[in-house]
């Protein structure tokens, strides 16, 4: 599995902001109409580029409903629409993280919420496990060291006897991401649904993270 997922997830939250504010932030021109119609062009590309990163200008545009040229008339070159499609995935991700309220509950509740809410994520998954350099583009990736919020998690997690004190935070940041992966691609191969499969992600990470009794 790429380990695209678990460096999107440990880049400095104010290097995003700082590096990705002027290509997410809607530009003063495109309010109401045009901004709707942007959106509608970075969601599509999110979902055909997921599906075949090497995707034509001209799939996004059919699947946005739009024409090639009012494509281009909001992104001039592919590498505008991707450095507009990493920002848009910058954003989502944390949207997913805030939803996901860390700080709530037991630390296994806190892990087991962020799963669901990143599985939620549908296409963007596909996209950051099938093509990780177009994430990377437009916001800078920093070490493998864990986001704090998701460490202090894992600690609450530790102390308050909910997660096994073995399992340190970069170990369950990888294991995280990779259910993520395992989960998206046993959908494809077994054409499961995304109910029974998220249930499967939820048990398969509680069971792993859940302390060890002993005798």
């Not at 909001?74 to 949207?95: C, I, Q, T």
């Not at 006897?161 to 340190?168: E, N, V």
């Not at 259910?179 to 048990?203: F, P």
């Amino acid at each position: 599995m790429r380990s695209s997922g678990t460096k999107l997830f440990h880049k400095s939250q104010a290097r995003i902001r700082s590096e990705t504010a002027n290509v997410s932030a809607v530009p003063e021109n495109e309010r109401g109409a045009r901004a709707r119609t942007r959106q509608a062009i970075l969601s599509a590309a999110i979902e055909v580029l997921g599906q075949n990163p090497n995707a034509a200008l001209s799939d996004i545009a059919a699947a946005a409903e739009v024409g090639r040229t009012t494509l281009h008339r909001y992104f001039p070159e592919r590498s505008d629409l991707l450095r507009a499609v990493a920002a848009e995935g910058s954003a989502r991700l944390d949207r997913a993280t805030a939803s996901a309220r860390l700080e709530e509950g037991t630390g296994c509740e806190a892990l087991l919420r962020l799963c669901r809410e990143y599985f939620d994520l549908g296409s963007l998954l596909s996209l950051i496990f099938t093509d990780p350099d177009c994430m990377s583009d437009a916001t800078p990736i920093v070490d493998d060291g864990c986001d704090d919020r998701f460490t202090t998690m894992i600690n609450r997690g530790h102390r308050d006897g909910t997660i096994d004190t073995g399992l340190p935070a970069p170990w369950l940041s990888s294991l995280m991401w990779s259910q993520l992966y395992a989960g998206w691609s046993y959908i494809t191969q077994h054409n499961a649904s995304r109910h029974e499969v998220l249930d499967l992600l939820v048990r398969t990470v509680d069971g792993a993270v859940t302390p060890r009794t002993t005798n």
